[in-house]
């Protein structure tokens, strides 16, 4: 990380023992400067507006308190406690390993397939790009309305599927408790494909073509370059991609607060949804500290293993310092 | 790279709470006051009617001066704690009164408005009484709200359901002719839950006596066998099917396949909602006659209950003032039920005037059947959301939009306030 700073300036006599030991501590000196300058303002932001209100956040959540008066009423642990026995919290903890995993499993194969695709020189490519990207533009609330509508019975999908003569897959969207969360995650996909298929592109435009030329030469069919020269060339964007989706996914809430308030009775309700609940709604700020927090430690827990074993050989350099 | 917002709300949050904790800085109220005013009309024609009125009080009172910011309903939930925790408060600010009101007090920051408000409270009568704490003044109401049916006189017409059902037989009655005409016969905005809650609380208010829904309240617990019969008779009226297919995901509200919506493109018959119907119908439909259209009827009377069949489910509209400015701001709430300001809100029908000026001049026939019923009504029983604290009234109405979603039982519905009362989560 400090390789840079440190490094000696051109001039500097390298030769010299007496000189170069004053100007290594002049260059010492220097380099704390510059940290110290550079640093105190995202420092102090970083204190004060994320690691002064988690810790403020995990203060609270020791308490009982419904947001008006001084915290008199300390349970310990209790708020955590109750959360995690609690079948509405343990659903919306599984509901949002079910959209993780989704994710991971439907959008990732269908991001590199269309990222591929349009990768490709065809006719009208950037319209069709700029169509995949247009719903990720949208903000997740007009996008919740816009399909809460189109989701109800008789409404436009339900209408379109009928002109298809797809009538028989007609469901009730929204309301049907064991499809529900399918639903929101179909609509998911739709907003959030043009963001994967985007970091992908990128990520394609970084493979050298003399691979794919090289590749084809000895003989590679079109899927063995693909399998065997794209995909791990792929590799750090995909992974980066799987991170963003996962926290993401994690912390999914609008969309769902829109569409369904996270019912029917709770069969979409996430850690996020869940919060906003039974911590702002029901005036119980103490309680919604302690989801709050075990929200913040799952996503945590999570990034920390995900840079520790997935990210380190992409990161490598970066975040991990020169060896 | 989905939503961030909560935990960044909830961080941000706690980061306002931190960095504002002592006293207040009571400012004088003798000399020029602007007041900042939080209230929920964020569409027209009240939102600019709020302003107009906030001008010509101006106009007369030099010394005071206003800054309005309106919010939509959700944001107060939020904002409303927030701000009574920091330093700067609005000085007056949308108030439902109940049991949120007395959750509220616990800031402080809330204002005895007893003594300021003697001169001008009297001509509410009772309707004042949900804003009272402990017999004090703390807001007060400038319209009132009651809950019953909204019907589409020409869909009843055409089904051959000739007058408006007043018991309970006479509405399933009803809504099977409906049904064999072809129409959705109630639409019911299940998703956002509150619309579920008016049931069970209706099938409540005729089972259960006016000292028994008054005890219930003051003790927060449903103890009484007449909450659970309540249950049972919503159940049976439930295995009628009376709503639309998928209602448990249908928003009461928004677009034309809202309950609202429905009811106001003739899809659907009825809809048991608040007085404020009307409008949000015709935001939701191209017809212009849907005003004249549209009937109202009390919640029907429910054979064997110990209820009196004149209850209205309801509430109100009002504002709470703060500490800061209490004086410039319970004048101002002064003028907001002068007959004046309560003939131009009678004129919105945004709901029911709070003093008998102000009834006397509506004009719309079904509010004036509203204010008429309200009138008449021994005891208007607030929405049990909102009458109980605010932790319990979420409890029951989750409770009961599980029950419509087809979980739980009578009995689990009883037991969401006592358990929720108890602190448990």
New interface residues.
């Given amino acids: 990380m400090s390789a840079a700073i440190t490094t000696r300036p051109p001039t500097a006599p390298v030769p010299h023992a007496p000189a170069a030991g004053g100007t290594r501590r002049r260059s010492r000196l220097r380099t704390r400067l510059e940290l110290a300058l550079l640093l105190t303002p995202a420092l102090v932001l970083f204190t004060g507006f994320v690691l002064i209100p988690i810790g403020v956040a995990a203060y609270y959540s020791l308490y009982s308190w419904n947001g008006f008066g001084p915290l008199t009423d300390f349970v310990g642990l209790d708020n955590y406690a109750d959360a995690l026995s609690g079948d509405v919290f343990q659903g919306a903890i599984g509901h949002n390993l079910i959209i993780a995993v989704l994710s991971i499993v439907v959008q990732l194969p269908l991001s590199i397939s269309l990222a591929m695709l349009l990768n490709r020189k065809l006719r009208g490519r950037a319209f069709l790009r700029m169509v995949v990207f247009a719903p990720y533009v949208l903000s997740e609330a007009v996008t919740a309305v816009i399909w809460l509508l189109m989701l109800q019975p008789g409404g436009f999908v339900d209408e379109v599927l009928r002109a298809v003569g797809l009538g028989g897959l007609v469901q009730l969207w929204l309301a049907d408790q064991s499809i529900v969360l399918y639903t929101l995650f179909a609509v998911i996909t739709w907003k959030y494909i043009g963001f994967g298929v985007i970091l992908l592109l990128a990520g394609l435009q970084g493979v050298p073509a003399e691979l794919r030329e090289a590749a084809a030469l000895d003989g590679a069919s079109s899927w063995q370059t693909t399998r065997h020269v794209v995909l791990p060339l792929l590799g750090p964007t995909i992974r980066v991609w799987i991170f963003l989706s996962v926290i993401g996914s994690l912390q999914l809430f609008d969309l769902v607060w829109i569409m369904t308030l996270g019912g029917p009775a709770n069969a979409s309700t996430t850690m996020a949804t869940y919060l906003v609940d039974h911590g702002f709604k029901r005036y119980e700020f103490g309680f919604g500290s302690a989801v709050a927090v075990i929200l913040f430690i799952i996503c945590f827990v999570f990034a920390l293993f995900y840079q520790r074993f997935a990210l380190r050989r992409d990161t490598e350099g970066a975040l991990t310092g020169v060896r | ?7 960044a709300l ?3 949050a ?2 306002v ?2 960095g504002c904790g002592g006293g207040g800085t009571d400012a004088s109220t003798e000399g020029p006051v602007t007041l900042t005013w939080w209230h929920n009309r964020t569409t027209e024609p009240m939102k600019s009617k709020w302003q107009q009125i906030a001008d010509d009080f101006h106009k007369t009172h030099p010394n005071t001066s206003f800054t309005i910011e309106p919010l939509q309903n959700e944001q107060f ?2 904002k409303v ?2 701000a ?2 920091g330093n700067t408060p609005p000085d007056l600010f949308q108030q439902w009164g109940g049991g ?1 009101l007395a ?6 920051k809330i204002a005895d408005i007893t003594q300021a408000s003697s001169g001008w409270i009297g001509p509410l009568a009772k309707n004042a009484d949900g804003w009272k704490v402990n017999g004090k003044q703390f807001g007060a109401p400038y319209l009132m709200h009651a809950v019953g049916f909204w019907y589409r006189k020409d869909v009843f017409a055409s089904a051959g359901v000739t007058s408006p059902p007043t018991t309970l037989d006479e509405l399933n009655a009803a809504v099977a002719k409906l049904k064999a005409a072809g129409v959705v016969p109630i639409a019911l905005g ?4 509150w619309p579920d809650a008016f049931y069970w609380a209706y099938f409540a208010v005729r089972q259960c006596s006016v000292d028994t829904l008054k005890k219930a309240v003051e003790k927060t617990e449903l103890t009484d066998p007449c909450f659970t019969k309540a249950g049972e008779t919503l159940k049976s009226f439930l295995d009628t099917k009376p709503f ?8 009461a509200q ?5 309950s609202a919506g429905l009811v106001a493109n003739g899809k659907a018959a009825m809809e048991l909602q608040g007085d404020w119907n009307p409008d949000v119908m015709q935001a939701l439909t191209e017809d212009k006659e849907i005003g004249s259209k549209i009937g109202w009827f009390p919640f029907p009377s429910v054979p064997g209950g110990q209820g009196d069949p004149s209850v209205l489910l309801g509430g109100g509209d009002g504002f709470s003032c703060t500490t800061r400015a209490a004086k410039a701001c319970a004048e101002f709430l002064g003028h907001l039920v002068g007959d004046d300001v309560q003939k131009i809100l009678a004129e919105t029908n945004s709901g029911l005037p709070v003093t008998p000026a102000g009834v006397a001049a509506l004009k719309s026939e079904p509010h004036k059947t509203i204010a008429d019923a309200m009138t008449k009504a021994s005891y208007l029983q607030f929405y049990f959301d909102t009458a109980f ?3 319990v009234g ?2 029951l109405n ?1 409770a009961i ?2 029950f ?4 739980g039982t009578p009995d689990t519905i009883v037991k969401s306030v006592s358990e ?1 009362a108890a ?3």
């Fill in positions: 790279m989905r939503s961030r917002k909560p935990l909830f961080a941000a706690a980061f709470l931190a939930q939020t704690p927030l009574l925790q949120a959750d509220q007090m616990k800031s402080g299940g998703k956002d839950r639309q297919d998928g209602f448990v995901g249908t928003p928004q677009g034309a396949g809202s604290p605010t932790k979420q409890a989750d939009a599980n419509f979603a087809g979980q929720a602190g448990n989560k």
